[in-house]
């Protein structure tokens, strides 16, 4: 339902100027949103059910689990998703209300620094969300957490919790980091092309 909500507003509005841009946007709405939506809730989704620690009591499995996931990653990235799609839609939402198509953004400078702004606005979201993610996340589940637990009376300092399916969230997370690492790549070289694009608009202009 959200990729053909994707796919009719790109419809609607003016299409990126640069094949890259173009390419950005089904890798974007269709391979990543689908990768998280259907293997992220495959992975994720009962991570909290199956999330057991010693002793094995629904207070204390929810307690650490709190402190283990301090936010789901589906949350994450679907928030991360949402967030970066933010300057792309506001300026083709711009384009399509001042009737720009794609040989404007190339052959106005004024149209072609916005959506170069657009996109570097892009990488910048897309870096903090890496590095967010590493600070939240890490690059690998271990199988056996450590919970913190002296603010709960009466109970021991360390509780030992298995993470279930480690193995499985640890590829995850590696795919998840090489879709951002290669949207970011995406959008450099989309930078790269509007600005060759354009200096052959001069040229031969």
Not at 177 to 200: K, M
Request: hydrophobic residues 50%; glycine residues 4%.
């Amino acid at each position: 339902m959200s990729l053909n909500y994707i796919k009719n507003f790109y419809e609607g509005c003016v299409k990126p100027p640069t094949v890259i841009g173009q390419f950005h946007i089904l890798f974007f709405g269709s391979v990543r949103m689908f990768f998280l939506g259907v293997l992220g809730f495959a992975v994720y989704g009962n991570e909290a059910l199956h999330f057991s620690c010693d002793p094995d009591k629904r207070e204390i499995n929810l307690f650490c689990y709190n402190q283990f996931r301090p936010i789901t990653p589906q949350v994450f990235w679907a928030l991360q998703l949402v967030i970066v799609l933010v300057p792309g839609a506001i300026f083709h939402l711009y384009a399509a209300c001042k009737n720009i198509n794609q040989e404007c953004i190339l052959q106005k400078p004024i149209y072609t620094v916005i959506y170069i702004l657009s996109v570097l606005l892009r990488i910048s979201l897309e870096v903090i969300a890496f590095w967010l993610q590493i600070h939240l996340f890490g690059f690998q589940v271990k199988p056996l957490y450590l919970c913190d637990a002296r603010s709960l009376k009466g109970k021991n300092d360390i509780i030992k919790c298995l993470v279930p399916e480690h193995f499985e969230k640890t590829i995850f997370l590696i795919a998840m980091y090489t879709f951002t690492v290669i949207t970011i790549i995406l959008c450099v070289a989309e930078i790269f092309e509007i600005i060759f694009r354009r200096l052959c608009f001069l040229i031969w202009q």
